[in-house]
């Protein structure tokens, strides 16, 4: 006789409710999470068909089982391997299962420690150069200035001298212009007809391809030169498939320097933006940062030496990342019946873990609104299961160790030439791929 499953799901929300909310949920879903985990507790479902189900979860414990104990069983939505490859390829990011993991194991070498400190000098001349002027006394859109600063830094280490500045720029506002419509897309999947007959799909799926045509041109140039750059493309190029001894295609090569383009920079322009701001709200903070940076680069170190000694610059960082994590939100979708805590879910449940709102759970931070680095100084002061920056797992970001760099060295840089200031008391989110602000207002002085 067959008996039929019993499926145990959180608290939910009915589809109508759901959809009541949906223009809200559009512009920005951060409130409507906050409203439903006080309501319904860390993990609650929604419900969008008789047996189908959405959770959301702030919860550690589930957290850490669906990307770390039981990952097997759970991978990566057709949000990020469908919508987002549609544009920006089969990356890393994007792509999952056996190729996915024959392509992380390949790459992954390249984002070595070792690796990494050999394009720490470029990177530091290329902050350098961005920061050199940068206008004073006036209030600025700070997330503009440091978007166009990790933008160059991971053109110069991805490149080297093989991009100009005006062919850089013009990448920079494709990708973005192309990421933008793709948000659009995951959001309001009930208009995707409207996309498609109105041209805006084969528009941006154009603009995509002049992207790719740039980055192409590019390796090519590359392939034929003899000059050594010690850059990720040269690095890329150098890297050989254990099993075959085969190097990556040329549509392989492209997708993957995609992907670094896009998670590369953004995600640490939005880090340095929100980094700066709590600096500017925080003098005491800024002033101790500041005695730090001087003392450190008083000392005849090399740039790879001297991030190790940066202490609480790093705190900074880790506690502007746990505030507002540049990767908001992550998503899995579960691919056999799995029981979580007092869950028992379905295959093919879709689960969305909202690191925005873990990283400010009050089950596991004292003080979650309040921006204390101090916490990140001794590692037992805070939960390291529920902190997740660069995500977890197998699927850990790859370019840790380089965003860490590079936002090390850009705030050390900052702080030794300006101090911040801001009247600004609220913090405007704009949640797409990643958690970007709509305006920081921030004004610099010269030290």
Not at 58 to 66: E, F, P, S
Not at 139 to 161: E, G, W
Not at 366 to 384: A, G, I, S, V, W
Not at 392 to 400: D, E, S, T
Request: proline share 4%; hydrophobic share 40%.
């Amino acid at each position: 006789m067959h008996t039929q499953k019993k499926y145990r799901y959180p608290k939910s929300i009915s589809v109508l409710g759901f959809l009541w909310n949906a223009n809200s949920i559009r512009r920005n879903p951060i409130p409507f999470h906050q409203k439903y985990f006080k309501k319904l507790g860390d993990t609650f479902a929604v419900r969008v068909g008789i047996r189908r189900y959405i959770l959301l979860t702030r919860d550690k414990d589930i957290a850490q089982h669906i990307l770390q104990k039981g990952h097997k069983n759970y991978e990566k939505s057709k949000i990020q391997t469908t919508y987002l490859s549609k544009y920006l390829g089969n990356g890393l990011l994007t792509s999952k299962g056996d190729y996915w993991l024959r392509q992380r194991r390949l790459i992954q070498p390249a984002f070595h420690k070792q690796k990494i400190a050999q394009l720490l000098d470029s990177m530091l001349q290329t902050i350098a150069a961005e920061i050199k002027e940068m206008p004073l006394k006036q209030p600025l859109d700070i997330h503009t200035y440091m978007n166009r600063l990790a933008f160059k830094v991971v053109a110069t280490s991805l490149f080297d001298v093989s991009i100009s500045d005006s062919e850089l720029l013009h990448l920079q506002a494709i990708i973005e212009r192309v990421q933008d419509f793709l948000v659009k897309e995951v959001r309001l999947p009930h208009k995707n007809w409207w996309f498609k007959i109105t041209g805006q799909v084969s528009k941006h799926l154009t603009l995509a391809q002049e992207s790719r045509d740039i980055i192409q041109a590019i390796i090519e140039a590359r392939k034929q030169s003899t000059k050594h750059h010690h850059d990720l493309l040269d690095m890329l190029l150098a890297t050989r498939y254990e099993d075959t001894g085969e190097a990556m295609d040329m549509e392989q090569l492209i997708d993957e320097i995609t992907i670094l383009f896009v998670a590369g920079h953004e995600t640490t322009a939005n880090a340095l933006s929100f980094a700066l701001f709590l600096l500017a709200k925080h003098p005491e903070i800024q002033q101790r940062l500041y005695e730090e940076a001087k003392e450190i680069t008083s000392k005849p170190l090399e740039p790879v030496q001297q991030i190790k000694e940066f202490v609480y610059t790093k705190a900074i960082i880790e506690e502007s990342m746990r505030m507002y994590p540049p990767a908001w939100i992550t998503d899995r979708e579960c691919l056999e019946d799995d029981t979580i805590k007092d869950f028992h879910i379905r295959k093919g449940t879709f689960i969305g873990i909202s690191f925005y709102e873990l990283h400010r759970n009050p089950e596991y931070w004292k003080n979650p609104d309040q921006f204390n680095p101090e916490r990140f100084l001794l590692k037992d002061q805070y939960p390291t299961n529920a902190y997740y920056p660069f995500g977890a797992g197998p699927r850990m970001c790859i370019g840790m160790g380089f965003a860490m760099y590079e936002m090390v060295l850009a705030v050390s840089q900052l702080i030794l030439k300006y101090s911040f200031k801001t009247t600004q008391d609220e913090v405007q989110l704009n949640p797409l791929v990643t958690l970007k602000p709509t305006e920081l207002l921030v004004t610099l002085t010269e030290r």
